[in-house]
């Protein structure tokens, strides 16, 4: 068992065909099946099942698949984060967001970032959900996802950066626009712009209005961002229950000055902030990122900083 056998392994199973495989590594598809048929000697069973469109792997084979991908992803963080203390201060950082998270929390921290460590070159994957947001960690080798918390994730590390409460965004014109806050169970009454539904601070909402004793709000249209709710709000296409990001704080909301937003006190806030595969495999650049944005998040939200957002003493600024 080599990890060259491994690694085909693992992209077999998530490819689900021998000759996608064969294709991206520039091999035979006779190749690929050596590195499983050599594995499954050597454990004794079968890991892989040949269908008519592809290979699924067996039950054995999705314990392997799992352990073998925390594995890989793990030695390849150690084997990058050993290489960029061989070359010095450089180096790259990579990180999965989403569509609107660089806008919304990561703005300022990047100019920071750059300005105080320039030789660093930042890479960023858009992903469509903290869902897809793991799993990059550990098929492309990502140093950090920015997610919105929900359930543990197996073989992944979270850190919260900074809670969200939730804000009810009105148009200016609306009714409602003069209040100082609006109740949770006012929020029955209200045609909501759902968000998408897979989504983690879906999952959250549905949760909060459950626990409140509040009917799921009838949505005639959905959005797929936080921002597409927000538009539609002002475009007087319903109301939008969205967190209070901040881009959306401070006085006048200059982005959206037809729209205002109401404080919903009775919703439990929403949780953002970072998922790695192994915090202390991480290197010192990527550490660095990750608690320059941390900082700034909570400095923007008012909620100060501390002590773990110290970065490591072993890459030297210029």
């Known amino acids: 068992m080599t990890l060259d056998d491994l690694r085909v392994f693992v992209a077999v199973c998530r490819a689900g065909s021998l000759s996608a495989v064969a294709r991206e590594l520039a091999c035979t598809q006779s190749a690929v099946s050596q590195h499983v048929r050599r594995l499954e000697r050597e454990v004794g069973v079968g890991l892989v099942e040949r269908q008519a469109r592809g290979v699924v792997p ?18 390849d963080l150690a084997l990058r984060r050993l290489d960029e203390m061989v070359r010095g201060g450089g180096g790259v950082v990579r990180i999965a967001t989403g569509g609107a998270t660089v ?19 930042l890479e960023f994957q858009t992903e469509s959900s903290s869902r897809s947001c793991f799993d990059a960690l550990g098929d492309h080798g990502l140093d950090l996802a920015w997610v919105t918390f929900g ?8 850190r919260a950066a900074v809670e969200l409460p ?21 929020l029955a009454g209200l045609r909501l712009i759902g968000l998408p539904e897979n989504s983690t601070s879906r999952a959250h909402l549905d949760t909060a209005y459950r ?17 597409t709710a927000i538009l539609l709000a002002e475009l007087g296409l319903g109301h939008a229950v969205v967190p209070a990001l901040p881009t959306l704080r401070g006085p006048g909301h200059p982005g959206h000055p037809g729209l205002r937003f109401l404080p ?11 998922a790695v595969r192994q915090w202390d495999a991480l290197s010192p650049p990527a550490r660095a990122f990750a608690d320059t944005v941390t900082h700034h998040c909570r400095t923007q939200s008012g909620t100060g900083t501390d002590a773990s957002t110290d970065t490591d003493t072993e890459f030297v600024r210029d």
């Open 151 to 158: 359930p543990p994730v197996r073989g992944i590390e979270q």
């Open 264 to 274: 919903i006190p009775a919703l439990p806030p929403l949780t953002v902030g970072w």
């Open 103 to 121: 806008r919304h929390f990561m703005a300022d921290a990047v100019v920071d970032f750059r300005r105080r460590y320039p030789q660093v070159t």
């Open 58 to 75: 067996t039950r054995a084979g999705r314990v392997l698949e799992r352990a073998a991908a925390e594995g890989i992803s793990g030695l």
């Open 211 to 227: 626990e409140l004793g509040v009917p799921a709000a009838a949505s005639d249209t959905s959005v797929a961002d936080w921002d």
């Open 166 to 186: 939730w804000v009810l965004a009105v148009r200016a014109d609306d009714e409602l626009a003069a209040r100082g806050r609006v109740e949770g169970e006012e």
